[in-house]
C-alpha cells in the first residue's frame, strides 16, 4: 500500500451526471483492494512505528514527497484512507482524522489562530467548544465575541479589525437555529476572515460547507459518520494548503491522532451512512410532527418541520434533515422534563447521537436563560412506528 497522492480530483459527489454518487463514493473512493490480498475489506495497519528498506530511504524522512510511512502520530494508511475518502465526500482538497471531534475543533482553531486575534462565534453553538474558546484561548489572548443571530448581518456587525476567524454550526446545536452560510461566507472572504462550520449534524450526506463557501468544516464522527456509538473520533476538511500545512503541523504537535482501528470503524461506518441518514430523517420527521401537533407540546425545533424559521433556508442549504432535535413540553416544570424522560422504553436517556440507538436528555439551560426548558430527542435506526409510540405513550 503506498502514500495516497495529494492530488486525488476532489470533483463533487454526486451533484453532475459525470460523477460518481454519495454511496458509490462511499464504498469505492481511495480504495486499493489489489493491494491488500483482494480484500473487499481495507486492512487495519495497526502500527506505531514503519520500516524503512534503507538508510538512504530513511534519509528522505521529513520530505513531503516520500513513498515511505513513518510514524502513526503523523500518518497511517488506514487513517489516510479513511482522510480520502472524506475529503472527496466533504468536496475538499484535503481531509484530518483526530481522536476526538474537540480533536479536531482545537487543531483547526490553534492552527489558525494567533494572540491578539479575534473570532466570532455563534452563541448556540456545542457547550465544550464554547468552553474551549472561553476557558483555553483568552489565555492565550484570542478574544471571543458570541452572536445570537441567525442572519449575516448579526455576525458581520461583531467584527473587528482583528477579526480572524468566524466559527459557525448550521443548524446550531440545541435549539437548530439555521444560519444563512452563503451570505456570511460570501461577505466575509473579502475582508480575509475564515469561515469554520461544525458539521456533525449534517453530516457530509446532507451538507456540503465547502460548497457554501467555508473554508474549514468539522466533524464529530464519533456522531453520525461512525454511527454504532462505538468509536470517538473527529475530521477536518479543507481546500487551501497553507491551512492545511498548518493544521497538519498542529495535528501532529498536539497529538491528538486517530487510532489505525478507530479509522477503520468509520471507514465501515461510511459504507452505511447514506442508509443511515435517510432511516434518521424519516423517524425524525415523524416524530416531530407527531410532536408539533401534540396538545403537550409547547414547541418544537426541528428544521424539517414548516413551523421551523429557518426552514426555507435549510431546504436550499441541507439535502435532507437528520435525527436530532430538540421540544419544549407546556408543563415546563423539572418534574414534567423528568416524568417525560423516564417514562421513555426505545429511547435510552444519555448524551452523545448520531448512532443506532434513540437517545433522550433534558438540555442544560444557558445562565441567565429565560428560554423553554428544552428536551432533545435523537431518532436512532429503530422502526419508525415504535418510536413514534414510544414519544407519545411518554406524553401521556
Ligand atoms: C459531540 C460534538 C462535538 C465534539 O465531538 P467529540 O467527538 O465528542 O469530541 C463537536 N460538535 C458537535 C456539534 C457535537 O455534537
Known amino acids: ?42 486492512p487495519i495497519v495497526q502500527t506505531s512505528t514503519f520500516v524503512y528498506p534503507t538508510a538512504e530511504a530513511f534519509g528522505q524522512r521529513g520530505d513531503p514527497d516520500t513513498p515511505f510511512w513513518d ?41 489558525c489562530l494567533a494572540s491578539g486575534d479575534h473570532v466570532v462565534c455563534v452563541a448556540s453553538c456545542y457547550a465544550p467548544t464554547r468552553w474551549y474558546l472561553d476557558e483555553v484561548l483568552t489565555r492565550f489572548g484570542v478574544g471571543v465575541t458570541y452572536v445570537d443571530s441567525v442572519d449575516a448581518e448579526g455576525f458581520l456587525a461583531a467584527l473587528q479589525p482583528r477579526t480572524r476567524l468566524v466559527y459557525l454550526e448550521s443548524p446550531t446545536s440545541g435549539v437548530f437555529h439555521v444560519l444563512d452560510v452563503p451570505a456570511l461566507t460570501a461577505a466575509l472572504a473579502p475582508r480575509g476572515v475564515l469561515t469554520v462550520l461544525d458539521n456533525s449534524w449534517a453530516s457530509p450526506c446532507f451538507q456540503n460547507p465547502l460548497e457554501l463557501g467555508c473554508d474549514l468544516v468539522l466533524h464529530s464522527a464519533t456522531k453520525y459518520i461512525g454511527g454504532h456509538s462505538d468509536v470517538v473520533a473527529g475530521i477536518v476538511v479543507g481546500r487551501d494548503r497553507e491551512i ?140 419508525t412506528s415504535d418510536l413514534v409510540a414510544d414519544v407519545r405513550e411518554a406524553l401521556l
Open 1 to 42: 500500500m503506498s502514500k495516497p497522492a495529494d492530488t486525488d480530483d476532489p470533483g463533487t459527489a454526486g451533484s453532475r451526471p459525470d460523477e460518481p454518487g454519495f454511496e458509490t463514493l462511499c464504498t469505492h473512493f481511495g480504495e486499493d483492494r489489489a493491494a491488500s490480498f483482494g480484500a473487499a475489506a481495507p
Open 71 to 111: 510514524y502513526t502520530r503523523v500518518g497511517n494508511p488506514t487513517t489516510a484512507l479513511l482522510e480520502a475518502k472524506l475529503a472527496r465526500l466533504e468536496r475538499g482538497e484535503w481531509a484530518l482524522a483526530f481522536a476526538s471531534g474537540m480533536g479536531a475543533i482545537t487543531a483547526a482553531l490553534q492552527g
Open 244 to 383: 492545511e500545512r498548518r493544521v497538519r503541523r498542529q495535528a501532529e504537535l498536539a497529538g491528538a491522532c486517530l487510532d489505525p482501528f478507530a479509522a477503520w470503524l468509520l471507514v465501515r461506518g461510511l459504507r452505511t451512512l447514506a442508509l443511515r441518514m435517510a432511516q434518521h430523517q424519516t423517524s425524525g420527521l415523524a416524530v416531530a410532527r407527531m410532536l408539533a401537533g401534540h396538545p403537550g407540546v409547547l414547541a418544537v425545533h426541528h428544521p424539517g418541520l414548516d413551523s421551523h424559521a429557518g426552514h426555507e433556508l435549510a431546504r436550499r442549504q441541507l439535502r435532507g434533515y437528520a435525527g436530532l432535535f430538540s421540544f419544549a413540553l407546556v408543563d415546563q416544570s423539572p418534574e414534567a422534563a423528568r416524568r417525560f424522560l423516564n417514562r421513555l422504553r426505545l429511547f435510552s436517556i444519555g448524551v452523545s447521537w448520531g448512532g443506532h440507538e434513540s437517545l433522550a436528555i433534558e438540555m442544560p439551560r444557558p445562565a441567565g436563560s429565560d428560554g423553554a426548558r428544552l428536551i432533545r430527542l435523537h431518532c436512532g435506526l429503530e422502526t
